[in-house]
């Protein structure tokens, strides 16, 4: 099998789907614009070769790269980057190389949050209210139906960067004066807990995989706001959310991928679905998906590729908590404090890099336990802040 992986080297954690890639016999074709020096070891061995171009935003150059792959080993097999960010461009390229995949069609679903909307309400599951804000005259006749606070953001986007939470005239004013010339999409505010329904399918698109997350305050707020932020895997997933991700599973066709869907729970306890992202979750959560369960979720899914079998065995017997920490606040503990107070629950810790610090930190720290409010005391006590 020959496998190319766009930016195999970031997000950093990636690389070891390479790696067990290469382990299962596949030709692992890396392609990025770093130098390949400056890739890790454990990658630089694991790619068959590895393809440089100056910049992975000119098509021309990921055509000829891909040309070049073709007639050194063939039919390309896969394309894939497990990045959001790449999504497009690697739609394209199976499109124009024939690759088994997501392709040109699949992509307004998956990209644009109105489509998901739309989706998601075929299948019966409830969503805010909302409408495309391409003019002063909609956006004002959507605000007097809903109400205030709404939030806008890219139609298409990734993350939450470029989203807005108006709450009155003057933030409604400065908003259409400060947007970007893109569609963006309002939707009316729900008052929640962000819950996610996260795994894998296999090539039917059957689940052979699932987890959940709970996020403890908002993404938005995390990067509008500058707060804290920390979030962790549940033991049980709800028999109502698990329902509303399966029919979006089906809903959406999700084969030989990761998914990530996001919802609200309101306080009387419904669920309202907030967004569809067809890859895995970002930062971490790959990781504490592997501490809740003691599995290895990057061979799994190259398995799935390979073989598509899912072998390892799970039973969440772990609640696994992410907790970041950010360079510009003071804290309590200091980071040795914090290494060497946790020595039974803290699994693992590292630096985020720059492009996900805003929303995650600076610094990420997992922790595990059985027990829910033994994760939730230690975040709060490593983000407890000086006065």
């Known amino acids: 099998m020959n496998f190319v992986f766009l930016s195999p080297h970031f997000p950093p954690n990636y690389y070891q789907f390479c790696v067990h890639l290469r382990q299962l016999g596949v030709n692992v074709l890396g392609m990025a614009d770093a130098q390949f020096d400056s890739l890790r070891p454990e990658l630089r061995s694991a790619l068959t070769e590895y393809y ?43 499109t124009d190389f024939n690759i088994t995949g997501l392709r040109i069609p699949d992509l307004p679903k998956i990209k644009q949050k109105s489509e998901m909307k739309r989706i998601f309400n075929k299948t019966g599951v409830i969503t805010a209210r909302g409408v495309i804000a391409r003019d002063l005259q909609s956006a004002r006749q959507f605000i007097e139906e809903v109400g205030y606070p709404v939030i806008a953001k890219p139609d298409i986007g990734v993350g939450a960067n470029k989203t807005y939470k108006l709450q009155n005239d003057r933030d409604f004013k400065r908003f259409f ?33 699932s987890s959940s997350l709970e996020y403890c305050g908002g993404v938005m707020e995390a990067v509008n706001e500058d707060t804290d932020f ?19 599973l089906r809903a959406f066709g999700v084969r030989e991928r990761f998914f990530h869907f996001e919802f609200f729970r309101k306080p009387d306890g419904s669920l309202v679905g907030l967004e569809v992202n067809i890859r895995p979750p970002g ?27 899912f072998q390892a065995k799970y039973s969440r ?16 503990l200091g980071h040795e404090q914090v290494l060497s ?28 336990s059985p027990d829910l409010d033994e994760v939730l005391q230690i975040s709060h006590e490593v983000l407890e802040k000086l006065p």
């Open 52 to 94: 440089r171009v100056s910049d992975m935003h000119n098509y021309d150059e990921l055509l000829r790269a891909l040309g070049h792959f073709t007639h050194r080993y063939g039919k390309l097999d896969r394309i894939d980057s497990q990045n959001e960010y790449w999504l497009e461009s690697e739609a394209r390229l199976r």
């Open 177 to 209: 004066a400060e947007k970007p010339p893109i569609d963006y999409f309002m939707e009316e505010f729900i008052e929640g807990t962000i819950i996610t329904f996260d795994g894998l399918t296999d090539r039917a698109g059957e689940p052979v995989f």
């Open 230 to 248: 920390y979030y962790y895997t549940v033991r049980k997933i709800p028999a109502d959310l698990e329902k509303a991700g399966r029919k979006t």
């Open 283 to 309: 930062g971490l959560t790959m990781d504490m998906f592997n501490y809740a369960n003691d599995i290895d979720m990057y061979r799994e899914w190259a398995n799935i590729v390979v073989n598509n079998r």
């Open 317 to 332: 017997p772990y609640y696994c908590g992410y907790i970041g920490r950010k360079t510009n606040k003071r804290y309590v």
């Open 341 to 368: 107070r946790y020595p039974d629950h803290l699994v693992h810790h590292q630096p985020i890099e720059g492009v996900f610090s805003a929303a995650l930190g600076n610094y990420g720290y997992l922790v595990r």
